[in-house]
């Protein structure tokens, strides 16, 4: 039985994830009536949409069975799959970075960067950490009584660390944060390059194209810097990295930094400002939070799970096989819906609340397995300090208008979260 065409849109329409009462509604029909089943939507080719958290955590356990790199990582059209294989001669990747690849190349390649990310390294980052967060609740502060949470705290703060870890100037960080957010927003006319909506393929790849190549110039440059003056930075790792004996390649090297300088940071901003906006929802746990600020990293994970900011990746089976009792045939495309599998009715008791202490937190946010983000623990870290921070002296919290949030079927969340607060 295929997914019927109306749930099927709303898995794959931008829209439906601005809206998340579409997108969640769409996917608690699937959790409960077809948890792994093919959607047809016109313009893509076939794919099983896996709704459920044991499915997903069982797909992504099984890396050789499962790929990265055959198909497209991300969902794409089938016209955009053909004028991007194309462009690359062959590949249906327009980037190699990470995401995009399979072993035995994704653990060479984790491994050159892998030490930056690990907790024993990171406390070394945690005192600089803590005065940069300070310094944006300064300025947040210095605004009065209203703010844009997002755009004025929650989506500049890990920007700066990111790109403070990766070398990049402050003076910089505006250019990176255009790109970065041209580059996942490609599907909202307020963060895209033309400012248009329900662009077609032609014009989405032009667009992305023109974000990667400004993304590749910047970093093209850097790299010759740092091969001629290397730092302690992450910049300079990739740089002068070397996999299986050889230099980076050029796709590899630029892909890197890219996934580095986007990723990095814009899935912890999406977060951060869903949790405030989440905290104004829910006053109880606001409070709950702030008188016992050791729920701190409780409540850092629940807002993890909460906002999902990857909303999928894509796997291609190698073989055929079973899941869940299914069939799935060698080449099939899966879409792993990861805000799915966190609001798992079987897994999470009340999905729908947000629940500061809730214990114990299972989420798929950051994926599993060989693939689980490489910078969890920096976001997380990131999340932490700001809330130890920020809390004891947020005194009070509303929402002075509807937030919003960004057009994407990939990577998104909220665009903005008006507030009136009160600090001491």
């Given at each position: 039985m295929a997914i019927p065409t109306e749930i099927a849109n709303d898995v794959v329409d931008p829209k439906a994830y601005a809206d998340w009462t579409?997108?969640?509604a769409a996917f608690a029909w699937l959790r409960k009536n077809a948890p792994l089943d093919v959607a047809e939507v016109e313009g893509f080719d076939p794919f099983w949409v896996v709704s459920r958290h044991a499915d997903i955590l069982n797909i992504e356990r099984q890396n050789?069975?499962?790929?990265?790199?055959?198909r497209s990582a991300t969902l794409t059209?089938?016209?955009?799959?053909?004028?991007?294989?194309?462009?690359?001669?062959?590949?249906?990747?327009?980037?190699?970075?990470?995401?995009q690849m399979d072993n035995p190349?994704?653990?060479?390649?984790?491994?050159?960067t892998?030490?930056?990310?690990?907790?024993?390294?990171?406390?070394?980052?945690?005192?600089?950490?803590?005065?940069?967060?300070?310094?944006?609740?300064?300025?947040?502060?210095?605004?009065?009584d209203e703010c844009d949470f997002a755009s004025d705290v929650a989506f500049l703060y890990p920007l700066h660390v990111v790109m403070e870890v990766l070398g990049v100037p402050a003076i910089d960080e505006p250019r990176m944060l255009k790109l970065t957010q041209e580059l996942f927003g490609t599907q909202d006319p307020d963060v895209n390059r033309s400012g248009k909506d329900g662009l077609d393929a032609a014009e989405t790849l032009t667009m992305i194209n023109a974000t990667i190549f400004d993304f590749m110039t910047y970093f093209n440059a850097m790299t010759?810097?740092?091969?001629?003056?290397p730092r302690e930075d992450l910049a300079s790792v990739i740089a002068n990295g070397a996999v299986h004996g050889q230099p980076l390649g050029h796709l590899e090297a630029m892909s890197y930094y890219i996934i580095a300088a986007t990723a990095g940071h814009d899935t912890t901003s999406n977060t951060t400002a869903g949790t405030l906006w989440a905290l104004a929802e829910n006053q109880d746990q606001f409070r709950k939070v702030k008188n016992d600020l050791s729920l701190i990293p409780s409540m850092v994970e629940e807002s993890i799970r909460w906002e999902t900011?990857?909303?999928?990746?894509?796997?291609?089976?190698?073989?055929d096989t079973e899941v869940a009792g299914k069939m799935i045939k060698k080449g099939d495309w899966l879409f792993l819906s990861y805000p799915s599998g966190n609001r798992d009715e079987a897994v999470f008791d009340d999905p729908y609340m947000f629940k500061a202490d809730r214990t114990p937190n299972k989420h798929v946010a950051f994926g599993y397995g060989a693939h689980v983000c490489l910078g969890q623990h920096l976001g997380r870290m990131e999340m932490r300090i700001l809330w130890e921070e920020l809390l004891p002296r947020l005194q009070s919290v509303e929402l002075t208008a509807a937030p919003t949030r960004t057009q994407a079927n990939f990577?998104?969340?909220?665009?903005?979260?008006?507030?009136?607060?009160?600090?001491?």
């Open positions: 579409r997108s969640h050789d069975l499962f790929h990265n790199e055959d059209t089938i016209e955009a799959d053909r004028r991007v294989r194309e462009m690359t001669g062959g590949s249906p990747n327009l980037l190699r970075s990470l995401v190349d994704h653990m060479q390649y984790r491994r050159l892998q030490s930056w990310f690990m907790p024993q390294n990171l406390r070394k980052l945690e005192d600089r950490v803590r005065e940069i967060a300070r310094g944006f609740i300064d300025k947040m502060a210095e605004k009065g010759e810097d740092r091969r001629k003056n900011p990857v909303k999928h990746f894509m796997r291609t089976a190698t073989a990577v998104c969340g909220p665009k903005a979260v008006p507030i009136r607060f009160k600090m001491s």
